[in-house]
């Protein structure tokens, strides 16, 4: 049973470009949350999707940010026209249930917008 | 903000010690806590949890004590390890997402 896999590990992307962020959540997993983390702080929640549906966003920025979790396929959140402040590492975790439950993580990806 | 912050962003322990992490919380409501654990350029990784109706839990040379009076969480590890050394985050769990605090960096000296 794999874990949860993001893609790509690491991403480069200049200025103005759009940046593609991929998560897998583990099996049988139909929560998914995207969190922001900056180097030696914690992790900001950006929001909570579950199968075609996005629960909660209230973490996300309004502009240039959006999420989705399409019914076959991974979660992808995408940052449009990125600006240096993008650059962060993004994780995904997924859950088997929506609360009081344990939330598994995957490896981020870090993005570096030049 | 965050709802939930740690009162030391940096502890250095001795191999051999025993660490104590602790963590504030500020909703009363919460009812589920996790501690993780991050390695460099990991994800955080479940250590343990807890549940509001439990003060105590125990696992492998890991103690979680839940104060909810004054809400305050934390984490004890015993014989501290170098494989220990990593950011230490809690995270309360609300409604249906984690709240995260800054974390601790955990530093074991041998």
């Known amino acids: ?114 | 903000g965050e709802s939930v912050g740690l009162h030391l962003p940096t502890l250095s322990v001795q191999e051999g010690d025993n660490s104590i992490i602790n963590c504030a919380y500020s909703n009363s409501a919460s009812d589920y806590f996790i501690w993780y654990k991050q390695e460099s350029g990991k994800g955080p990784q479940f250590i343990i949890d807890i549940r509001s109706n439990m003060d105590k839990r125990q696992g492998q040379r890991v103690t979680v004590l839940l104060n909810k009076t004054v809400k305050h969480l934390s984490l004890q590890i015993a014989a501290t390890q170098p494989g220990d050394s990593a950011v230490y985050f809690c995270a309360e769990n609300m409604a249906h997402d984690m709240r995260f605090g800054a974390g601790t960096r955990l530093t074991v000296k041998p």
């Open chain 1, 1 to 114: 049973n794999a874990g949860v896999m993001q893609n790509p590990r690491h991403l480069v992307r200049r200025r103005g470009q759009e940046a593609r962020l991929r998560c897998s959540p583990m099996k049988g997993h139909s929560h998914v949350y995207w969190y922001r983390q900056l180097p030696e702080e914690g992790l900001k929640f950006m929001v909570y999707l579950q199968k075609e549906n996005i629960i909660d966003e209230s973490g996300m920025p309004k502009e240039r940010f959006s999420a989705e979790f399409p019914k076959e396929g991974p979660s992808i959140l995408r940052i449009q026209q990125v600006v240096r402040g993008d650059s962060a590492a993004y994780f995904c975790a997924s859950s088997y249930q929506k609360t009081n439950t344990e939330a598994f993580f995957g490896q981020g990806t870090r993005l570096t917008v030049v």
